[in-house]
Each structure stands twice: as structure tokens, then as C-alpha cells.
């Protein structure tokens, strides 16, 4: 495969073939890196990365049986359930995020789908870090158009909802939803005309060609997302996915580097099971064309490599934070200490 190969030359598609996607995973990893480090720069800005902190604003208690989150009530995993903070605690936590150099804050609740009076709570959460001058995110379960409009109201700009795997291998992990309810809230969303924040876990035992099945079903949405989370699946005890044998790490920065060439425009994010990962793997990862992390001390229930880590690899390997457009002040480089402790596991895996 060259770089005149249609697959390579960085199209926006919503027509690729499994075959097609496949034969991206197939490549050598040092040619699949340089394409996608190519496709990577003609629609982004170079070593720039997007950062957004992650809390949970609803822990644990879930009905849902996704298989590998703590906070299903179905699993024996010793989290303790946490009721809807208030107002004014999201807002300092933001507050904290935004001073750590976060452009996007995203907050997260362990719903199957939101309650009306929870829901009125949630949008004066929005408007409050909207008006801190930040990007806003929600991760809350499923959807109906109506709820969608109502987040999108309240100043909302995305809505983070993952396909987690191919459809083929979802019943697997999740019997409580389908996957068609999954692209129906998706539809919701993009109705609202709210951004996309939809992409999936890796190493929950699914084939590679599942692998190349998740990326083809999300690359053939009638619009790619606009932020793309590959998480690494984190193995936590009394969840049914603990002990899965580890994915190769080259077969995470594969899909990476595949996510990169089927969604040109898209931020790529290193997800969850980032703090599994050695330096060199997420250098690689970047080269790949990830260009989004989650930043903060937890992502949801589990660990995420805390914030000074982060600023001393990002110094390492020349990377700047991207500043939100028009936001002249955007600190250029992670800045020590701040960033969220929360609390739970859900828009970093799935929602
Ligand atoms: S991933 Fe979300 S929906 Fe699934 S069990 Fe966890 S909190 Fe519930």
C-alpha cells in the first residue's frame, strides 16, 4: 500500500469497507505510523494536544451491566455510590481544572438515562463552567431528543456516548442496552446539533477484526465524531472483564494510528488505561495521532497519570496544550498542580 492508495491520502469517507480498514491494520507499524503522522498534520496542528478533565458528578449505582465498569450495581467492586454533587462543588472543580490548563471539562454520571429533576441540575452545572469559559461535556447515559435539546440549551457543546465495541462482539460486554439504542442516542445528539465525543475499549477479548469493525461502524457515521476516546479496557477487580489477557500495545497504537486515517478531522483521545502505559508507549501513540488526553488525577473510578507527570512528559516530548480558538490566555504548556480528583468510570469507557 502506498501513500497514493486512496485509504491513505487522508479523504474525509463515510463509505470504507471492511476490507479497506483492515488492510490499514495490516500494514507494517512503521508504515501505518508515517501515514497517519502525514494525514495527522494536514488537518491538525502539529504536537498540539487537547486537554479535558474528566469528573464524576454521579457515582456508582448504575443498572446497566457494561461489563467491565465498577459502577454497575451488578459487580462486587467495594466503590462506594456517590448521589449528584451540587452546583456549586462541579463548579469549583472546574474552576480547578481550568486553572491546571483543562480547555474541556466533562462531566460524567452513571445513568442508564437521566431523570428529568436530575437533568434540570446538570444544565445549571453547564452553565456554570460554560460561564467559566470553557468547553463543556456530559456523559449521562442514553438520550431522547428532547433531553438532547434541553443540554444543547443549557449551553452544552458535546455529548460523550461510546459504542465500546463492534456490533458483533457488544452482547459480550453489555445485555442491558442494544447497540442500535447506542446509534439512536447518537442520532439525538447530532439532532441537537450537539458535538460528537463517541469511540470505544480495546483489550475486552474482542478479535482484531472487531477491533477494525468498531473503527469502520464509527468512520461510517453520516458524521465522524468530533472527539474519538480509544480507551485501553482498566481491569478492575470483581467486574467480570478482570484477569482479560492484555492487549499488545502495538495493537492499541495500531488502532490509533487506523482511527487517524478513517477520521481525518476528529481529536483521537488516549482514554482510559493510560496509566498502564509506559511513556514510550504514548509518545507513540501521539506520533500515531492521538491529539487528546484526559488530564486530571482520576478519570471517573480509576487512575489517570497524575497532572505533574503529565506536564514533565509533555516538556519531554515538545507537545503543547491546544488553546481554545479565541482563547488568547490558554496557558501554552500543562501547568503544575490542580486538575480533578473524580470519582467514577463512565465516559472513559462508556456511557
Ligand atoms: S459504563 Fe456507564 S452505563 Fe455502563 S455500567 Fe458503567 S456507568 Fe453504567
Not at 71 to 84: D, F, H, K, N
Not at 212 to 226: I, V
Request: proline share 6%.
Amino acid at each position: 500500500m502506498t501513500a497514493s492508495n486512496p485509504a491513505l491520502c487522508g479523504a474525509i469517507r463515510h463509505d470504507w469497507t471492511l476490507p479497506e480498514v483492515q488492510a490499514l491494520f495490516a500494514l507494517p507499524l512503521l508504515d501505518l505510523l508515517l501515514h497517519a503522522q502525514r494525514v495527522h498534520r494536514e488537518h491538525h496542528e502539529p504536537n498540539t494536544v487537547q486537554m479535558s478533565t474528566l469528573l464524576s458528578i454521579k457515582t456508582g449505582a448504575c443498572p446497566e451491566d457494561c461489563a467491565y465498569c465498577p459502577q454497575s450495581v451488578r459487580y462486587e467492586t467495594g466503590l462506594e455510590p456517590e448521589a449528584l454533587m451540587e452546583v456549586a462543588a462541579v463548579r469549583a472543580r472546574a474552576e480547578q481544572a481550568r486553572a491546571a490548563g483543562a480547555t474541556r471539562f466533562c462531566m460524567g454520571a452513571a445513568y442508564r438515562s437521566p431523570k428529568a429533576k436530575d437533568l434540570r441540575v446538570i444544565a445549571a452545572m453547564i452553565r456554570e463552567v460554560r460561564a467559566l469559559g470553557m468547553e463543556t461535556c456530559a456523559t449521562l447515559g442514553m438520550l431522547t431528543p428532547e433531553q438532547a435539546r434541553e443540554l444543547k440549551d443549557a449551553g452544552l457543546d458535546y455529548y460523550n456516548h461510546n459504542l465500546d465495541t463492534s456490533p458483533e462482539f457488544y452482547g459480550e460486554i453489555i445485555t442491558t442496552r442494544t447497540y442500535q439504542e447506542r446509534l439512536d442516542t447518537l442520532e439525538a445528539v447530532r439532532a441537537a446539533d450537539l458535538k460528537v465525543c463517541c469511540g470505544g475499549i480495546l483489550g475486552m477479548g474482542e478479535s482484531p477484526a472487531d477491533r477494525a469493525k468498531l473503527l469502520l461502524t464509527l468512520a461510517n457515521l453520516p458524521e465522524h465524531p468530533e472527539s474519538v476516546p480509544i480507551n485501553q479496557l482498566v481491569q478492575v477487580e470483581g467486574t467480570p472483564l478482570a484477569g482479560s489477557a492484555p492487549l499488545d500495545p502495538f495493537e492499541f497504537i495500531r488502532a490509533i494510528a487506523v482511527a487517524r486515517l478513517l477520521m481525518p478531522r476528529s481529536h483521537v483521545r488516549l482514554s482510559a488505561g493510560r496509566t498502564a502505559m509506559s511513556e514510550e508507549m504514548q509518545a507513540l501513540c501521539f506520533m500515531a495521532g492521538a491529539n487528546s488526553i484526559f488530564y486530571g488525577e482520576k478519570l471517573l473510578t480509576t487512575g489517570n497519570p497524575d497532572v505533574e507527570r503529565d506536564r514533565r512528559l509533555f516538556e519531554r516530548l515538545g507537545l503543547r496544550a491546544e488553546a481554545l480558538a479565541g482563547a488568547a490566555d490558554a496557558p501554552a504548556r500543562p501547568a503544575a498542580g490542580g486538575g480533578c480528583a473524580c470519582a467514577h468510570s463512565h465516559a472513559e469507557t462508556a456511557a
